[in-house]
RNA sequence: GCGGACGUGGCGGAACUGGUAGACGCAACGGACUUAAAAUCCGUCGGCCGAAAGGCCAUGGGGGUUCGAUUCCCCCCGCCCGCACCA
């Protein structure tokens, strides 16, 4: 029997296709569409086992709905600009553009080693000059649109990356790829103002516009716009206290006016100006002030922080109550970026403000009574109630619920004229400036008379200047070193004007690729017929660590492009599924030092490393990460069990939207399976070539056409797990079905090779060969499960006594419930359990019969 | 603290709208083939009692609804992820 030989079948189908173009796509409006995207990779010179189950996934979809006869786009590209190419320019001399470039060739080998079903005729990368200059020109209608600002504005500085961070990229106070404390820096800063679509980037995660996006992802980007409603509004200084000059009041923000009659203090930030404007005359409150700057924005630091504060010499009036003042204080759990920067207090239904309260002697007013409590004994002494109830103590707003009172207090405050009902957002608009050389140059000007001017359209590109490798070395932006560059003449006046030196942040170069893949053309950015016939995209895979600042950008960027002419979609991914992470274990030398999984053998349970024998402690099972040295690399894989096992392997062992452990045992589990299915096939050479359909029904039949309607349900729901077990079932058939009739084993063959195709291509193709198949098997139809086969004559029933399973019956499937009892009655087991007699009988057609005993 | 996901054999995991818990795979064990090993093939494989037939227990724990609960409801416990002094 010849032996499968990955290592010659493999690289020879790739060509096969290569050849015939089997992937390439055109635009076809006649025939239904369908768009597969995985998240295009940042080319950082190799590939990992992460992107091997992320493409794979796409590819099983990609190739499962080509066979369903739907026009397939699955393109291919790269996220190519980007800090990491400077940083080796800093540390080895190349060029960012020539490590770009190697790496991009050397993934692209990688990647197509893969066997997927790519058209890499639509292969771009975003450093191209191509790709770049229309985002210029996106930016350029952008501008003109009025979505476009620029501001001068704190913003995060990373100080070891040397450049601007979105609050996005700031995690827990440090930036989010180099890890350093950031610092908080004046800069002018090209803005993209995505605030001003809050509102339907919100309303479309719960309007059924993104119904077929993951829970846990909906609800981050809920989080991250994070809308409240409440009241902005003026407290005005007390009569008799001295009013600050140049101050009118305290403004505020709450969520919670109707709680207004419980307010006992008002407090600001410390970097709000009125605290400045106080502690410029006192110098206890200016060093309360930097103690409170100085303190940590880490987790643990907010978690125990205490609440502290300090008053001010001012009081302001109660807006409700006349004659009722109230303090002012400083308090350091109060954000300047948040609101006004500025609350009022009430500690009888907000735990910071108890808190602050308690430590500091102020009132605490309950002016919401939660039902069934009776004022006379209700108290909030101890703890804040922040639930829903009935307000009292609260003048006019007595009797009202909480969310009647919200509207209540809002209408006196606006017919007081100190204030009105406002929606805040968590959201930031997105600031893009990047003191970077290794991105898309932001096409401006700047004019000493004209000010800041848009580089006119007839002179994009801007392109970026050829710089030698050596200037890497010299921190700051090369950019600002190029006189050749910098200087130009004013578009408007002529006179002597430099460029922007500012490039975009990445994540705009991501937030539109989907369209270009889709729609690209020499001469715009998208074409508008090819982008409405393609998009939105019908499947975009990728991972979670995406879930807030990518997606986000891209349905901002689509919004924005719709509004400029450019597209006619919204939301640009119809269906979203972020897959797990491989994983796989750690290993340990005596030393602590870690260890690759190549150098640690395992005998009887025991980890030893394989050279020295020396005992190896094992790790947890982690994300792979070069740190921990618990990766393997794809290529090695491929190299010794063909990159159909380890393709069949990542899909095989989890749910794809769980981790998934990479194992040596799980792979070589993969590798026998193909070598299986290839034995299986191999006695049958040519077996499709008299291919009749058969009739009638034997149990191989059965069992084939339970396995083209499984799996295809199964490819349908993304359970890639489930559909290869069903495929390892319908093989235990398959191999035992050594009675089988010619036809009905052709047909099964037939079946078999279709259904494995999405996962393991090389395979497929070389067994559809083997058995005289026509063509490519991945242009092959899908196969069509037939009904009537899948309609079971006879069923077996199981038998409950009391709720406890005592036997089964074999019984016709259309038989009657009489029937069903009857059988179930006879059972020796059922009259022994139901001896004391039987009271009642439930029987579920098909499913099962319970009998109620005494 | 808020939000989301989850908890099933030695392991990864199945179980459609409540209806035979543990499909399928991995590991392990026994056997066949082999000089031997690998590969392959056959078989066993949740726990306890039992020679067997069979019985009892079992889906993180406790209650409830139901003829019947991994599935629905309530209360706990544990783990993972995201956000976090957001007023």
Redesign the pocket.
Known sequence: MARYNPKEVEPKWRRRWEDREVFRTRDDAARPKYYVLEMFPYPSGRIHIGHVRNYAMGDVVARYKRACGFNVLHPMGWDAFGLPAENAAMQTGAHPEAWTRKNIADMRAQLKALGLSIDWSREFATCDVEYYRWQQKLFLDFWKAGFVERRESYVNWDPVDMTVLANEQV??GKGWRSGAVVERRKLNQWVLKITDNAEDLLAAIDDGRLKDWP??VR??Q???I?K?K?ARFRFRFAPGTPAPAGFDGVEV????PDTLFGASFVAV?PDHPLAAHFAASDPSLAAFIAECQK?G?S?EA??T?E?KGRALPVEVSHPFVKDRTLPVWIA????????????FGCPGH?Q?DHDFATRYGLPIIPVVLPEGEDPQTFSVAKEAFTGDGALYNSGFLNGLSVEAGIEAAIARLEQQGVGRGET?W?LRDWGVSRQRFWGCPIPAIHCPTCGVVPVPEKDLPVKLPEVAAEEFKTPGNPLARTPAWLNVPCPDCGAAARRETDTFDTFVDSSWYFARFAAGRPDRPVDRAAADYWLPVDQYIGG?EH??LHLLYARWFARAMTATGHLSVDEPFRRLFTQGMVTHATYRDSRGQWLFPEEVVIEDGRARHAATGDAVEPGPVEKMSKSKKNVVAPEVIADSYGVDAARWFVL????PE????W?E??V??AW??V??IW?LAEPHKGALAGLRPPAGSSELRRATHAAIAGVTDDIEHF?F??A??RL??FL?VL??ADAAAEADRAEALHALVRLIAPFTPHLAEEVYEHLGGQGFVCDAPWPKADEALLVKSTV???V?V?????G?IEIAADATTAEAEKAALALE?VRR?AAGGVK?V?V?PG??V?I?AA
């Open positions: 995690i827990e829970e846990n609800a981050m809920r989080n991250w994070g409240s409440g923000f709450t969520t919670r930030a303190s924005v987790a907010v978690e922080a609440r350091n759990f109060i954000l300047m970026t948040y609101g006004t920067g500025a609350i907000d910071r805040q968590r979670v879930a807030i095989s062992d989890s749910p769980r981790d998934v452990e194992t045992a799980g070589n589990g026998k399976l070598n299986r034995d359970r797990n489930k290869i077990a390892y079932e235990n191999k035992r077996v029933l199981a409950q009391n709720g406890k399973r005592r089964e087991e359990h009642k439930i579920v499913r099962i319970n109620v």
